[in-house]
């Protein structure tokens, strides 16, 4: 780091609004969009809510099938701000994708037919940290050889969080290609990593991240936990999470008995955050909007 080397993480959450202009203890807020690149209705869902929405933020899967899609987009539109969403898992049934790097040089990382692993548990299992390494700078190198200028590194399904290890290669990438990371004790908890032990000096707290749950869609209550999430932050920096995407045929058949996060719940990620009402409350809200790319600049320029 540059200019914060010598802040410590609790001091530069508590400096980052007075830093960008605000006052100390304003409501910060960055509405980010997940898993661009899985698919092409991932990918329209996610345009339209950066055009028409109030989401300011998305990252793309750089190894996904319509990852290329959403790279021409983030090129050709560098008024939107976007990271690289790691990734090492894959959760869906019948819809695979694996590493950027050739098998034979991860193979740790990949299951008897040549795919990421589903859950957190089994990467842990078997992935060497060499393999985790190789793989994650390799995505970020991707991005970079494909035009990309990211904002930040983020993680699909939090597995930078699966062991601490892992954490690790995680800050130590955000280090040395000097981008923010996404760093949440709510996400690491999550997880099961303990937040206590594992942030260091210079990593940057999202002090509340907000996101459904399943019991929210089981309930059918989504809409209504979305329709209020704007009076639950907290002063400093806020972190709405979603994944916009269209219910159509095909992310129903990738999200294929995975109701959790599945199309339907991506469906209504996408009308929440493009609706008038979630435009008039954020307008009549105290509350700053930011983008990764503003907290970049900061820490690094």
């Not at 690149?37 to 793309?60: D, F, P, Q, R």
């Amino acid at each position: 780091m540059k200019r914060l080397k010598f802040i410590g993480h609790h001091k530069l959450d508590m400096k980052l609004a007075e830093l960008l202009g605000y006052k100390e203890h304003t409501k910060l807020l960055i509405i980010h969009a997940d898993d661009a690149g899985l698919s092409h209705s991932e990918n329209m869902a996610t345009i339209e809510s950066l055009k028409h929405g109030v989401v300011n933020s998305y990252s793309i899967m750089i190894n996904c099938p319509w990852s290329f899609e959403i790279c021409q987009f983030a090129k050709q539109n560098p008024q939107f701000d976007y990271g690289i969403h790691l990734t090492l898992t894959c959760e869906w049934e019948t819809y695979k994708f694996g590493s950027v790097l050739p098998s034979n040089q991860v193979p740790s990382l990949l299951d008897q037919n040549g795919f990421f692993y589903m859950r957190r548990e089994q990467l842990v299992s078997n992935a060497t940290l060499e393999d985790v390494e190789k793989e994650l700078d390799a995505q970020i190198q991707r991005a970079f050889q494909l035009g990309l200028n990211p904002s930040h590194i983020d993680s699909h399904m939090y597995s930078v969080g699966s062991c601490p290890e892992f954490f690790k290669i995680y800050q130590d990438l955000g280090t040395k290609y000097q981008l923010p990371i996404m760093v949440s004790e709510q996400l690491m908890e999550m997880v099961g990593l303990n937040p206590k032990y594992y942030i260091k000096t210079g990593d940057l707290l999202i002090k509340k991240v907000h996101y459904g749950i399943f019991d929210y869609f089981k309930s059918q209550s989504l809409r209504e936990y979305y329709s209020k999430v704007f009076e639950d932050l907290v002063s400093g920096l806020n972190l709405i999470l979603i994944h916009p995407a269209y219910d159509t045929f095909e992310m129903k058949g990738i999200t294929i008995n995975h109701p959790n996060f599945g199309s339907e719940w991506r469906q209504i990620d996408f009308d929440s955050f493009t609706s008038d009402s979630c435009k008039e409350q954020l307008k009549k809200s105290d509350i700053e909007l930011i983008t990764w790319r503003d907290i970049r600049n900061v820490m690094y320029n």
